[in-house]
């Protein structure tokens, strides 16, 4: 999407500063624990551990191409964490987690306004949430479709692939069914 900021933008600043929370650059890796408790509310596995967040850290840290933050809250415990690497004029979400009790201050959303404002101050002119989702809406921006094309060998194949999602997002359903008690 693009970085066309809305007026929303300044309601969710305003929140965040009421309620004492601020992200900061910590300089330091995401914890686990947030990052297994994000995944784990959505019904997933992370798709890589400590060790290759390290590396990612350890690569981009240096090249000014690595965004890492943290948001505590007024008390000083850390609630929530976000990695946002860019390149060119394009910056990601890489990946952010917060804890379920503090989701009611919406630690992410402070996160994701924090980001998208650091880049775009840096000439960066697009930002990739990385999927859909209806949330992403009230930060404005034009929704860009990427095609995702695949080739199989043989229908076999093709119909076990499309059983196989099929079966993934019904599960996804259920674990965040699940998760919301």
């Known amino acids: 999407m693009t970085f066309d900021l809305p007026p929303v933008r300044l ?9 004492g929370i601020k992200p900061k650059s ?19 596995v992370p798709l890589y551990d400590l060790a ?6 350890q690569h981009l840290r240096s090249t000014g191409r690595l965004l890492l933050l ?4 007024a008390e000083g415990r850390s609630i929530a964490t976000g990695i946002y690497p860019a390149m060119n004029r394009l910056s990601y979400v890489w990946g952010n987690a ?4 503090d989701q009611g201050v919406r630690p992410n959303e402070a996160l994701h306004w924090y980001a998208m404002r650091y880049w775009k ?6 930002h990739d949430w990385g999927g859909g989702g209806e949330y992403k809406k009230k930060y404005g921006g034009i929704p860009i479709a990427v095609p995702w094309f695949f080739k199989s060998k043989g229908q076999i194949i ?3 692939r499309r059983a196989a999602y099929h079966l993934w997002r019904k599960h ?4 965040r069914l699940f998760h919301r008690g």
């Open 11 to 19: 309601v969710a600043d305003f929140k965040a500063s009421a309620m």
């Open 26 to 44: 910590p300089g330091s890796v995401a914890t686990v624990s947030q990052i297994k408790n994000l995944f784990g509310k959505q019904g997933f």
């Open 158 to 160: 093709l119909n076990a």
């Open 98 to 101: 917060s804890y379920q009790k």
């Open 70 to 73: 943290r948001v505590r809250n």
């Open 121 to 126: 101050s840096r000439g960066l002119r697009w």
């Open 52 to 57: 290759r967040v390290r590396k990612l850290i």
């Open 172 to 175: 996804r359903e259920f674990m």
